[in-house]
């Protein structure tokens, strides 16, 4: 979410909100063009990497997309996601660097509200000032916390991996893995509903990207069974490297194969010359902060999540 809601004298704006469940080319163009530029005035995205790529490829059951035009001018967008069993749709909008203070946002997140008959979560990617005062105008709570870990990478001083017992670890080899990577990062996952839902097509979706290096997922087997995983990225533009996904099968967790498995992905990043690793994790996951402390992460910046109350 971000946004700049501070009013301003003048008359009412002449605006519209269109809602989607597809975007056509010329629209996707047009948002992901939205995007980038709010993202080099705020210095971060407004909408997260799977809302960016449910942009593209057509229509996802549960997603819709909500445009706001001003004189044909595409101003304004925000995406609601319905895809939860339990929580409420979750949400994230942007208004334009040059159109904010206009009201815009707070538009857009009225919309928002009425589209998910007032159940409604919204991030706040940054957790900016006029992000808070505008879940605050449309009367969400702050509810949920996520951290943006960092350390350096020149000069990696981490102890040589120990694996347990019977555990190989070898590279994601696209096709063959990908059942078995589905299954173990939904059980490793089950508390974390966003990250536990990935689907084939998610998977898919990731893989075309042109970051996707196999060579850097990395597996862990005890036998033939798939027992944990880390998954590296590398922001090439920022020249960062990141902890993407890191699970450990529920019956292999409390063995130190997740620790082992990250010093393996960040002696990995660390290989490419890359000066810095990055991370996500929920504030209140006191264990994983305090793991990712030990091993000189942190915190860099935090995304916030407010709801409507329940």
Do not use: C
Not at 215 to 236: P, Y
Not at 242 to 253: H, N, S
Not at 280 to 294: G, T
């Amino acid at each position: 979410m971000t946004s700049d809601d501070s009013a301003r004298p003048g008359g009412p704006l002449a605006r519209s909100i269109e809602t989607h469940a597809a975007l056509d080319p010329e629209q996707t163009e047009a948002v992901l063009d939205l995007l980038a530029t709010a993202a080099r005035s705020d210095g971060q995205q407004a909408v997260s990497e799977q809302g960016r790529l449910q942009i593209r490829g057509g229509a996802r059951e549960g997603v819709s997309h909500l445009l706001l035009i001003v004189g044909g001018e595409l101003v304004g967008y925000a995406q609601l996601e319905d895809t939860d069993p339990v929580e409420a749709p979750a949400a994230e909008l942007v208004v334009h660097p040059s159109h904010r203070g206009h009201g815009h946002g707070r538009a857009l997140g009225s919309a928002l509200l009425a589209a998910s008959g007032k159940r409604l979560r919204v991030w706040a990617h940054g957790g900016h000032a006029a992000a808070r005062h505008l879940a605050q105008v449309l009367g969400l709570t702050l509810f949920r916390e996520l951290r943006q870990m960092r350390r350096p990478l020149a000069g990696l001083d981490l102890p040589e991996p120990v694996l347990p017992q019977g555990v190989t670890v070898r590279t994601f080899v696209p096709g063959q893995d990908d059942a078995a990577w589905l299954a173990v990062n939904a059980a490793a996952f089950a508390h974390h509903p966003e990250q536990s839902s990935l689907t084939q097509r998610d998977l898919d979706d990731r893989k075309a990207e042109p970051w996707f290096d196999p060579e850097g997922f990395f597996l862990a087997f005890r036998g033939d069974e798939l027992v944990g995983f880390h998954w590296t990225k590398v922001h090439a533009e920022e020249q960062l490297g990141e902890v993407y996904v890191l699970g450990v099968a529920p019956g292999a967790q409390g063995t130190g194969l997740g620790k082992a498995l990250t010093s393996i992905g960040l002696r990995h990043l660390a290989a490419q010359a890359l000066p810095t690793a990055m991370l996500y994790v929920d504030a209140d996951n006191k264990a994983a902060v305090s793991v990712y402390e030990r091993m000189g992460f942190t915190t860099y910046e935090t995304d916030l999540m407010y709801r409507t109350e329940t």
